[in-house]
């Protein structure tokens, strides 16, 4: 007996140091001795790798034992090392109602296991969905998977992986570069293009200019785009002459990159652009202008925020929300009475990115529009924006009936990211529709990141 007791109080104190208080009160008082000894069997298991045996003891049903923190935490490393993360989010979910405090290393680890389930799915729009969101996540640690699906035999994947390495600064494998650039598809082609413009490797020229040589239309504006930014600063004069050519395709390609590059010598061309007789010219070039970011845009914005095209309108009224002048309030409040909801929805944005939280009144408004695709606009001015006051609304968008606004939803408070969106999205990973729980996964992966900071 002495023998026992004595055991029973190591136990004790060993469980005061690996749990909080609370947690011990609460499973004291409900977990019985058998439920102690199914958790020191799966702890075992899980200590000598016997993966399988830990998954079939947490499977139990009769009778089902209270699990404590610590053997469910084990469970989830279980499920994913068997490659099912969908149990092992399951199991996470049983961990932290139980009174364990939220892991966000392992909760990243089975969020990205969870997108990368579907990364050679049959369903090529599951596999869209995969990489777009590992394209969303940028960072390093998804290159190798981003390089993987520029090897998808479907050009929506392979364009989404070339996307993804754009915005990291990867920009794939020798072969791989060489085998997109030759892709049949011209949005594979111009992501590889951005990918290279982005990595800073100066050895990747001489693949770029014999495109810039050879290509016409938008290849040709990206490969001097990535020219540019690799240090071929000489090429931006032909650059520029291409944002004067008839093909609008070429104007609106070369304006976009010119506003992305941010040279001061550009300002002028993507100025007068705004008066394109192309609306979606004017459009590109709005976008652009923002993209600039300079204050001396201004005045050619607000020109476009007058523009007959409700698209240009929309687009001179996010860009203006861009460049964060608190003068430019009066603008933007103009554009939320605007007659069309996606004008409204880019003055909501611009209005948000200054901080004013009064927009959030017109946003609740347009969230209960009947159109989900006005739903799902909001959605994704309301990730852009950034503002913190935003998450509440997503939360309610994220609960729409609508597959579409709820996708949106989830992409846009990845955007957002800091622990109080954590919450939101682990309810996002149960939606009914895959697409939605990878977004919400990508998105978990983002807002994770942000709350270690």
């Known amino acids: 007996m002495v023998v026992c007791a004595g055991a029973a109080l190591a136990a004790l104190a060993l469980a005061t140091l690996l749990f909080p208080h ?29 993966y399988d045996e ?22 989830v490393s279980s499920y994913l090392k068997l490659g099912k993360p969908e149990s092992a989010l399951s199991t996470y979910k049983r961990m932290t109602t139980s009174g364990s405090p939220d892991d966000y290393p392992l909760l990243r680890e089975a969020a990205l296991a969870l997108i990368t389930s579907f990364t050679r799915d049959p ?35 392979r364009a989404r992986a070339g996307e993804g390495l754009s915005r990291i600064g990867g920009a794939g494998t020798a072969n791989n570069i060489r085998r997109t650039l030759q892709d049949t598809s011209l949005a594979v082609r111009i992501a590889t293009l951005n990918a290279i413009g982005n990595s800073q490797n100066s050895a990747l020229l001489k693949l770029v200019a014999p495109i810039a040589r050879s290509a016409e239309g938008p290849e040709q504006v990206f490969a001097l785009a990535a020219m540019v930014k690799l240090g071929k600063v000489e090429v931006l004069d032909e650059l520029l002459g291409l944002a004067t050519l008839p093909d609008p395709d070429t104007r609106m390609a070369a304006l976009g990159a010119l506003g992305r590059l941010k040279r001061p010598a550009t300002l002028k061309r993507l100025s007068q652009s705004v008066y394109d007789l192309d609306p979606a010219v004017r459009a590109f070039a709005a976008g652009a202008l923002g993209e600039f970011g300079s204050p001396d845009v201004v005045p050619f914005l607000t020109h476009a925020l007058g523009d007959d095209q409700p698209r240009v309108r929309s687009v001179a009224a996010t860009s203006l929300g861009r460049l ?50 006005v739903r799902s606009a909001l959605a ?46 682990k309810k996002g990973l149960e939606d009914s529709d895959q697409a939605v729980r990878i977004a919400a996964a990508s998105s978990l992966v983002k807002a994770v990141a942000a709350a270690k900071k």
């Open 22 to 50: 609370h947690v011990l009160a609460a499973a004291g008082a409900s977990r019985s001795s058998s439920d102690r000894a199914v958790d020191r069997a799966v702890l075992e298991a899980y200590k000598h790798h016997r």
């Open 54 to 75: 830990v998954a079939r003891l947490l499977e139990r049903r009769t009778p089902e034992p209270r699990w404590s923190p610590r053997a469910l935490k084990a469970g």
């Open 123 to 157: 369903l090529e729009h599951l596999r869209i969905a995969a990489y777009t969101g590992l394209a969303d996540i940028e960072t390093p640690d998804v290159v190798a998977l981003l390089d993987d699906g520029l090897l998808d035999s479907s050009l929506v994947v």
């Open 324 to 373: 964060r002048l608190p003068q430019l309030r009066s603008h933007l409040w103009q554009a939320t009475r605007d007659p069309v909801e996606f004008v409204r929805i880019g003055g909501v944005e611009g209005l948000l990115r200054l901080g004013d939280a009064e927009a959030l009144l017109v946003a609740t408004d347009l969230a209960k529009h009947p159109d989900p695709s």
């Open 380 to 425: 994704h001015a309301l990730g852009a924006a950034g503002h913190r006051k935003t998450s509440q609304l997503l939360d309610q968008l994220l609960r729409d009936q609508q597959p579409q606004p709820r996708l949106a939803a989830a992409r846009a408070l990845g955007k957002l990211g800091g622990r109080d969106v954590v919450p939101i999205l």
